[in-house]
């Protein structure tokens, strides 16, 4: 891809790297994200995967931003109060960098349109920026039957863990929650709060996922929990394995069409 002398200094500490150069950053320009959640961890990867050039950027969010929202979604300003999440942070990211596409889906993600939404674009990467795990669910689901990497990411109070799924290359996120815990024991950040640059971190590290998987550079969270305490200043690498009993991506999967669960 051939660049303007404009978008060559936009993103010329990019291609300076070694690892990048022109070949690297039109493969970012090529490069196609989703992003399911447009909140707290969508923001900011929204904002760093626009700044890096990522060429196509999609946002599902059904929710319209409110005052609280402030305090961690940084895609959306006081302006933007009452605004469809995907309207805003398009709005944020086209003022950002106009040399990116954004599809906007303003629409909860659901059983009947996960499928549909991840083919409308053939994204290459999946963020799950999502904040209940029904969710999560499906889009690990759906990610496992289309054959779609992803980054799963989760965040509540002080903390944030995240993992990355390669298909057929390591374990899905059921394999390490087979299900999910019940509904009294699982507070929402709603309830339970979140110290908001949580979500920053947690967020900019799955949009480091997405832009390593573009490159082709280093070692991705495959098979790998990783785990932040922000209070400790703590990060842990936990070890996971694919689970031959998975339901979903195991030796015989029983889940083989996507199901809304509660």
């Known amino acids: 891809m051939a660049f303007t002398s404009e978008q060559f200094e936009r993103y010329s500490r990019n291609i300076i ?27 900011p990867a929204a904002m760093y995967l626009a700044a890096a050039g990522v060429g196509t950027i999609g946002l599902v969010d059904m929710d319209e931003v409110e005052l609280s929202n402030l305090q961690r979604q940084i895609i959306h300003s006081t302006g933007d109060i009452g605004k469809p999440k995907v309207l805003s942070g398009m709005e944020t990211i086209r003022e950002m960098n106009p040399d990116v596409q954004v599809a906007t889906y303003q629409e909860r ?30 889009i ?5 039957m289309l054959g779609k990497p992803f980054s799963h990411a989760g965040i509540l109070r002080f903390q944030g863990q995240l993992m990355t799924y390669l298909p057929g290359k390591g374990p899905c996120y059921r394999c390490v929650f087979r299900e999910a815990p019940p509904l009294a024991t699982r ?31 280093g070692s991705l969270l495959n098979g790998w929990l990783l785990t932040y305490s922000a209070l400790d200043m703590d990060f842990r690498k936990i070890k996971i394995s694919p689970d031959g009993g998975c339901p979903v991506c195991g030796e015989e999967p029983v889940i083989t069409v996507l199901a809304d669960c509660d």
């Open 187 to 217: 507070p929402s950040c709603n309830q339970a709060g979140v110290l908001g640059v949580i979500c920053g971190v947690i967020g900019t590290l799955q949009a480091t996922e997405a832009l390593k998987f573009i490159l082709g550079l």
């Open 109 to 138: 993600a659901n059983s009947k349109n996960i499928a549909d939404i991840i083919r409308d674009r053939d994204y290459d990467f999946i963020l799950d920026a999502t904040d209940n795990f029904p969710a999560k669910f499906l």
């Open 140 to 144: 690990n689901d759906a990610c496992v």
């Open 17 to 43: 790297l070694e690892e990048v150069g022109v070949k690297g950053q039109s493969k970012l320009a090529e490069g196609r994200v989703l992003i399911v959640g447009a909140g707290g961890l969508g923001a």
